[in-house]
């Protein structure tokens, strides 16, 4: 097979996470090795600094750098939520033609995908050659076909730690407690605090992902219910759940509809859905103390809590990337597959299969509307690594003896 002589460029969208720079520093280590790619270089701001032929010279990063910047939460490169149509693809393939780049790398979504799409069309109705590969990332884990997402192991993690330090709060000062988790139509993320449960009476005692439909009057059932049995709630709530009609419940309590470039409803880095809940839980049910915090950003790029095993498959999505453009001359989107317990391998999936889709919770993994299956800890619990150790005081009541 010939090999393409030219540039490759390197573009990092959508939001950041732990471990996306290890996938942007595996596409340039490996991209590096290889003579016939002259330069890589890295676009700032995603696909904006295409189209703006705003560039770094990636290839004269020191290797020490790049291994730094690995290990660093967030996008290196900088991000952006901007959603190319075909004259915006149009324009990036007329920047590559320009500078003779060969090689595209984007690390993203559903919707970096789909950028990934449209420009491999446009590159092959111009018959330009041009590699494109789209490398996954998101901790949503909502991307099709891959059994999981680069991302989603730490920011699980960090929910896993965040709600067990809450529940450790919230039993030393009862009350209740919610916490909404990002997630637009996906509830992975807020699945996962499920791991915060060491004892039967942890919470979070109830969790409710968008997958089932959310019911406010079932919901203040079950707070009820629970705050009568332990003096005491924590609650998981993915920032996307709907109603039985498909709303989104952050719009039937507030009416607020502030929306994103997508269009969509602006769900996330805000408090709304969280002090709506505590707002109906104090109003209907009494209760005084009830507090809610939204944990937002906090997520996305934490310092110190980081899966290893997600680092390491999010440098090999990066350099596996490179791997299949270079030596097999293909496009597409790069998807793990778990092959044992637990292992995987890597392979390339048409990006039509990925582009714009968004893979969901699968109902086994939900129990009761309100709670997660323990068959979902089977599919998780390697993706986060080793969890932080907690406990409680083991002693007996003192007996006082009355005179």
Avoid at 109 to 133: H, K, M, P, W
Avoid at 172 to 191: D, E, H, K, N
Avoid at 222 to 235: A, K, N, S
Wanted: proline share 4%.
């Amino acid at each position: 097979m010939q090999r393409l002589k030219g540039k490759a460029v390197v573009a990092q969208g959508g939001g950041p996470t732990s471990v996306i720079n290890q996938s942007l520093v595996g596409v340039v280590l490996e991209a590096r090795k290889y003579p016939f790619i002259t330069q890589v270089y890295g676009a700032r701001y995603g696909v904006r600094g295409i189209i703006h032929e705003d560039f770094v010279d990636l290839s004269q990063a020191t290797t020490h750098n790049m291994e730094m910047v690995a290990i660093t939460p967030s996008s290196a490169l900088g991000s952006t939520r901007d959603k190319p149509d075909e004259a915006y693809c149009s324009r990036m393939v007329e920047v590559f033609q320009k500078h003779e780049v060969r090689y595209f790398f984007y690390i993203g979504g559903n919707d970096s995908a789909e950028t990934c799409r449209i420009v491999s069309n446009f590159a092959e109705q111009r018959s330009y050659d041009l590699r494109v590969v789209h490398i996954p990332k998101t901790i949503d884990n909502d991307l099709l076909v891959t059994d999981h997402c680069p991302g989603f192991g730490s920011a699980a993690k960090f929910v896993v730690s965040a709600f067990a330090g809450l529940d450790l709060d919230n039993f030393a000062i009862p009350g209740v407690f919610v916490g909404v988790v990002m997630g637009r139509s996906a509830g992975f993320l807020t699945a996962s605090s499920v791991f915060a449960r060491r004892w039967p009476h942890d919470g979070p005692h109830l969790i409710y992902v968008p997958e089932a439909s959310f019911d406010m009057e079932h919901f203040l059932g079950d707070v009820d219910r629970v705050y009568q049995e332990h003096g005491r709630c924590v609650v998981a709530a993915c920032e996307g759940i709907v109603a039985a009609d498909g709303e989104p419940m952050l719009l039937k309590l507030t009416k607020d509809e502030e929306r994103d470039p997508f269009g969509n409803v602006q769900l996330s880095g805000r408090s709304t859905l969280g002090d709506a809940l505590s707002d109906a839980i104090k109003s209907r049910l009494k209760i005084q103390r009830v507090r809610c915090d939204t944990f937002g950003y906090l997520q996305r790029s934490f310092l110190g809590v980081l899966s290893d095993v997600d680092s390491s498959e999010a440098r090999d999505v990066g350099e596996t990337a490179v791997h299949f453009a270079v030596h097999r001359g293909l496009n597409g989107s790069v998807a793990i597959r778990r092959t044992g317990d637990y292992s995987v391998d890597y392979f390339v999936t048409p990006l039509d299969t990925v582009a714009a889709h968004t893979k969901t919770l699968p109902q086994e993994f939900i129990k009761h509307g309100n709670d997660i299956d323990e068959s979902f800890k089977n599919y998780c619990r390697p993706l986060m690594g080793p969890l932080p150790q907690f406990d409680r005081l083991i002693a007996p009541s003192v007996e006082i003896t009355k005179s």
